[in-house]
């Protein structure tokens, strides 16, 4: 199993959706997870950390299921500007980021 | 602040020469760089954690001859790509983990726009 998986999508959704994205993860000792936004041909921007409380940024929802082993990240009221691939990260020991492959997202008018 | 730059952004080369990455942090000193391998539909691939002054740590499967990195300051990191062949064509990327800077957070890593490697 790999240590971070992700459905890779594509998710099509309209504007104004809601949508979910699930993350896997199978060290159960993980600590701490990441949410990235990645655009075609560019570098990883942070979008959210997860936290064992969840942690909500405008739009942005991101929980942590420890049980389940999984990270998960709700978008509301989707943007076309929203379209992008988000990456699931996850910190290992000595800081290292393990990825996902990530989900490609892609909102339609 | 935490602005992390890469250059050359993108670089044709033949195969058999070697090709040479530069990643800086500009307005923090990061203690931490990181190197990774994106090929197309595929994930981040960390090659090797880089700390000032010290030798970098590879990852499993990734050569060290051929992948040499340099950290010689707080700001700048290089990745050698020696002899490169067309199954090196890539997106490297490199991160920072924050050190000393305002407006920079000691856990988070910063990336570098990255570096498009194409071998012919």
């Known amino acids: 199993r790999k240590e971070v998986e992700q459905d890779p999508g594509p998710f099509n959704v309209p504007e104004g959706a809601t949508v979910a994205f699930n993350c896997t993860y199978s060290n159960s000792a993980s600590q701490s997870f990441f949410w990235y936004r990645q655009d075609c041909r560019k570098e990883p921007k942070l979008l959210m950390s997860?936290?064992?409380s969840g942690n909500e940024d405008g739009r942005f929802t991101a929980q942590l299921n420890r049980a389940s082993q999984y990270i998960s990240l709700l978008i509301r009221d989707s943007k076309l500007s929203d379209s992008a691939t988000y990456l699931c990260?996850?910190?290992?020991?000595?800081?290292?980021?393990?990825f996902g492959t990530g989900t490609r997202l892609l909102v339609s008018p | 602040g935490a602005v992390v730059s890469q250059h050359p952004s993108w670089v044709i080369c033949k195969s058999g020469t070697s090709v040479k990455i530069e990643c800086r942090s500009l307005?923090?000193?990061?203690?931490?760089m990181f190197w990774y391998r994106q090929f197309p539909k595929q994930s981040l691939m960390l090659m090797a954690t880089s700390n000032e002054g010290s030798k970098a740590t590879y990852e499993q499967g990734v050569e060290k001859d051929k992948f040499l990195i340099n950290h010689a300051s707080l700001t700048l990191s290089t990745l050698t790509v020696t002899s490169a062949h067309p199954e090196d064509s890539s997106f490297y990327i490199c991160?920072?983990?924050?050190?000393?800077?305002?407006?920079?957070?000691?856990?988070?890593?910063?990336f570098g726009p990255g570096t498009r490697l194409t071998v012919t």
């Open positions: 990260g996850r910190n290992t020991g000595f800081q290292k980021l393990v």
């Open positions: 991160s920072a983990r924050g050190g000393q800077g305002a407006g920079v957070s000691s856990y988070e890593q910063y």
């Open positions: 997860v936290y064992s």
């Open positions: 307005d923090f000193q990061a203690t931490t």
